[in-house]
């Protein structure tokens, strides 16, 4: 089955602790995102990667670091979380043109306390 | 700025009612427009591209006017499993990675 897979979907940690939300598509997509979801904000783009070791920042990348060393894998990491990082994230991901829209994972419902 | 605007909502409709939803986006450059639904609590899911000679899919019709940036959505003979919230996405670019999301339209139907 066609799917982007994040793990973990729930995670609740504290201040500070390092921490790492995978993501994989089995899709042979070019293109993976992340996105956080906040009530009133909608969904906002944190970072994107257009193929393997090119990443870019999308709009609130503050706090967030990301890497693609595989076409299929893109772990979104927080090196020091902090509560206003506590959201709803999605990664996602899309073949090589936008003309066929994103695949969303399941989610990842983080609290930061 | 970029953004996509849409009526929040919610809209509360009976079944078999037709109901249209509108989004207006700010950026004239903007190149690719779908419209996604998404469940309380999960995932956006792709519903519809929108292309510019409108496009309809069961019960799903979807209109996009450049000229006045505008984008809309048809949804005829309503479900009860239609029940969403509706979001308007744009993308800025040819490749489709910067994809601006509308804040979403509620949708309550009921029997």
């Known amino acids: 089955e066609a799917q982007v897979t994040q793990n973990p979907r729930y995670l609740i940690t504290v201040t500070g602790k390092k921490l790492t939300v995978t993501c994989s598509q089995n899709m042979n997509h070019e293109y993976m995102s992340w996105y956080r979801q906040d009530p009133g904000l909608g969904l906002r783009q944190i970072y994107y990667?257009?193929?393997?070791?090119?990443?870019d920042k999308g709009d609130v990348p503050e706090g967030y670091k990301v890497s693609r060393k595989e076409k299929r894998n893109f772990p979104l990491i927080l090196e020091s979380p902090s509560p206003n990082q506590t959201s709803l994230y999605f990664c996602a991901s899309s073949p090589d043109t936008g003309y066929y829209g994103y695949t969303f994972g399941s989610g990842t419902r983080l609290t930061v306390v | 700025r970029k953004e996509v605007e849409q009526d929040p909502g919610p809209f509360n409709v009976p079944e078999g009612a037709t109901v249209a939803f509108n989004c207006t986006y700010s950026?004239?450059?903007?190149?690719?427009f779908f419209w996604y639904r998404q469940d309380c609590r999960k995932e956006p899911k792709l519903l519809m591209s929108?292309?510019?000679s409108g496009n309809e899919d069961g019960r799903f019709t979807a209109q996009l006017n450049r000229a006045s940036q505008y984008i809309s959505l048809l949804i005829r003979d309503s479900k009860l499993s239609d029940s969403a919230t509706y979001l308007c996405v744009v993308t800025l670019n040819q490749a489709g990675t910067a994809l601006i999301f509308g804040k979403g339209t509620t949708l309550s139907v009921s029997s």
């Open positions: 990667s257009m193929n393997v070791e090119v990443t």
């Open positions: 929108v292309y510019s």
């Open positions: 950026n004239s450059a903007s190149q690719s």
